[in-house]
């Protein structure tokens, strides 16, 4: 994990959570786990979809069935890096967007901020309008 300037202490968790799509007997998410929750449930909304809030979500619902030019690749990779931005506990360092048999496909490198801890997640939106997280 991360050291100790980032106050990360193996089997302490630093962030909390609650979530209905968590294991069914226990509701309750800790940190990595929470984090990426979070970040899926953003990328599940259609940018403008949340209640007083239209900068949330995605736009990549709005273009899944448009040609994927060269343009469209930058818009969502825009978008992705915006909305991991908007969370102060995660850092877009790459954004690489792709096409894959039924939808749109985002490979994001990311810094889980708090302990300075870099993963590759791929994000697969297809044609049914589902997330998939891999």
Do not use: C, W
């Amino acid at each position: 994990m991360a050291d100790a300037d980032n106050r990360y202490v193996v089997g302490q968790s630093t962030f909390k959570g609650f979530s209905s799509r968590a294991d069914q007997h226990n509701y309750k998410l800790y940190d990595f786990a929470l984090i990426k929750q979070d970040l899926i449930n953003r990328l599940s909304v259609r940018k403008g979809e949340r209640v007083e809030n239209p900068d949330f979500g995605t736009i990549i619902y709005d273009v899944l069935f448009e040609p994927l030019t060269e343009g469209v690749k930058q818009a969502i990779a825009d978008d992705v890096t915006a909305n991991l931005n908007a969370d102060p506990r995660l850092q877009a360092e790459e954004i690489i967007v792709s096409e894959f048999e039924q939808g749109i496909s985002v490979q994001a490198t990311i810094r889980f901020v708090p302990y300075n801890v870099v993963e590759k997640l791929t994000f697969s939106f297809d044609e049914n309008s589902t997330l998939r997280l891999s």
